[in-house]
């Protein structure tokens, strides 16, 4: 299948899809962008409805958690792409779920409740970017020491150099 | 920063009737440097929060500075006993968002060195979780045979351990001809060495009892938690991406999928045996069935030139200095592609911006995730226990702390 880039495109061109007939229905507002490249859907949703967003997606078959991770797009706006990667046993298939998150509240809802397996993930985000996760059960720093005082899987962190 | 530091640590309890006990990071049996804090009532444990990062390089970072190419030797440093694994996700990702096609040699190649890697890596699985929980002797059998994978790796790679042999459109180098010599003769020995093994464990009473209904873990809970691989097949999952979702044309060979229901460090123990019985039946559909042709993809601007050519032919050695010294530009977008590594379902997400460098690239690794289920599968069981649930898992901290 050729990509489709826009989000009316790859609605109308992938309606049959579990994830994307889930949302349509019980989320119409909340997807704000959608593509479709290199045989991956990718959905990009609003940050508010994101907990319920992946238990919706939950019930509808995308029963694994894979990966949660973050994208700094620094100088843009909204800054972060806090990026889930959620699998599908039964239907064999993955969905990529983008929450742009702006550098000035880095801070969305935690989606533990939903999946325990976020747990590591959430406080990896948390450690190397400073994007917060409300309701996280432990939101410490897991990779660094608790007092580096940076986040250095943002943009703005050198990789050489002094700081 | 402060709200960090004035965090709670999970383990503060009233300590009437528990007390903290603090394991590693230098103790032997956490493979690594896993420090776990351990609040027990006597010898059973109640709370356990594993504390990790002792090993933190920010691979993830440095893969931002460097070319495309340059980030293959880094992937072998992750997970440093799978090296193959590592570099085949990353060169599959890569070659996606490229649109690569690969030779069927260089793919053929690719699955029996994947094979040989996880035989590779389950053998020192086997070795230390049996010296952990106590039968020292098999660790000396299992090294004996990874000795050899070792030397066909060195063979093939000129590396034992940090082979980076495969590359972005296919592999470096074609194998050496003593190479599919020395792969059948390994492939001939094995299973009889594995007998061997299950010899010396199967029927032991000690290994018995350290194993078996130690450590559960419901099929609800290893999804919840993350938990792929191994584990998950032992918790009567039946899902391997080998299978289920195919990469590299891993669809072309003929194999099981061991399953087991017991939940236990003992299902993960027969499960791991099992799959290396499979292991090497792939390994040696991939070595009878070799197809003929290139190792190489047919992409002058993105694989660098056969040395010869670069000898003699202007052109090549225009592409050779073109892709040394600037890289190649990979077209913008991201990808995530995972495969059944060893220990489960490694993922690389790489994210391209258009120039020769990554934006991000993301590893998730299976034993971060896994290590999350730990505290269920060792809470309410003996101090001793939590030894063998470790090496049940088969942890590796370079690929949990990257």
Not at chain 1, 15 to 25: P, S
Not at chain 1, 95 to 124: H, K, M, Q
Not at chain 2, 327 to 338: I, S, T
């Amino acid at each position: 299948m050729a990509s489709v880039t826009g989000k009316n495109a790859v609605l109308a061109s992938h309606a049959e899809n579990r994830a994307i007939a889930t949302l349509q229905q019980q989320f119409p507002n909340a997807v704000l962008d959608a593509t479709f490249d290199h045989k991956e859907l990718t959905l990009t949703v609003a940050r508010e409805e994101i907990v319920n967003i992946c238990r919706a997606v939950q019930a509808a078959g995308y029963n694994f958690l894979a990966d949660v991770t973050c994208v700094d797009g620094y100088p843009a706006h909204p800054r972060f792409q806090v990026t889930y990667h959620i699998l599908s046993h039964a239907l064999k298939e993955r969905l990529r779920l983008c929450v742009p998150v702006g550098a000035a509240d880095a801070s969305l809802n935690s989606i533990t409740s939903v999946w325990p397996a976020a747990n590591f993930y959430e406080r990896e985000v948390f450690d190397l970017f400073g994007v917060k996760f409300n309701g996280h059960p432990n939101l410490r720093r897991i990779m660094l020491p608790e007092d580096f005082g940076a986040h250095p899987l943002r943009k703005d962190f050198p990789v050489e150099g002094y700081r | 920063m402060s709200e960090i530091l004035t965090a709670p640590l999970p383990v503060e309890a009233p300590l009437d009737r528990t007390m903290i006990l603090n394991m590693g990071p230098q103790h032997p049996s956490t493979h690594g440097v896993l420090r776990l804090v351990l609040e027990i009532d006597g010898e059973i444990v109640v709370r356990l929060t594993p504390d990790i990062g002792f090993l933190h390089t920010g691979i993830e970072k440095t893969c931002e500075a460097k070319f495309y190419q340059q980030v293959v030797p880094l992937t072998d440093r992750i997970d440093y006993l799978s090296p193959m694994a590592n570099n085949l996700c990353y060169c599959l990702a890569v070659e996606k968002l490229l649109d690569l096609e690969i030779p069927d040699r260089a793919q053929w190649l690719r699955v029996l060195l994947s094979e040989l890697t996880r035989l590779n890596s389950h053998l020192v699985w086997l070795g230390t979780h049996a010296m952990d929980v106590g039968a020292l002797t098999l660790f000396l059998y299992c090294f004996r045979e990874r000795e050899e994978i070792l030397r066909i790796f060195d063979c093939v790679a000129g590396q034992r351990m940090m082979t980076s042999y495969f590359r972005i459109g296919g592999l470096s180098l074609e194998p050496p001809l003593d190479f599919y010599g020395r792969v059948q003769n390994l492939l001939k020995m094995l299973p009889e060495k594995i007998d061997e093994y299950e010899n010396l464990l199967s029927g032991n009473p000690i290994w018995i009892q350290r194993t078996q209904g130690v450590g559960l873990l419901s099929a609800a809970d290893a999804i919840a938690f993350g938990v792929t691989g191994p584990p998950l097949r032992a918790s009567g999952v039946d899902w391997d991406l080998r299978r289920d979702m195919p990469y590299s044309s891993y669809e072309k060979f003929q194999f099981k999928v061991p399953v087991s229901n017991g939940c236990d460090v003992w299902s993960r123990y027969i499960v791991r045996l099992e799959e290396m019985r499979e292991s090497i039946k792939i390994a040696q559909q991939a070595l009878d069935g070799l197809p003929e042709g290139r190792i190489k993809a047919d992409a002058p601007k993105i694989v660098l030139p056969d040395r010869e050519k670069m000898k003699t032919q202007m052109e090549a050695l225009i592409h050779h200095f073109k892709i040394v010294t600037e890289g190649f530009a990979v077209p913008a977008g991201r990808v995530y592609q995972a495969i059944e590594s060893p220990r489960g379902e490694m993922g690389y997400f790489v994210v391209s911006d258009g120039t020769a460098k990554p934006y991000r690239v993301h590893m998730r690794n299976p034993t971060f995730a896994t290590l999350q289920a730990l505290e269920t599968m060792c809470v309410g069981r003996l101090l001793a226990d939590v030894v063998a649930i470790i090496g049940s898992i088969d942890i590796v901290l370079g690929e949990i702390d990257r």
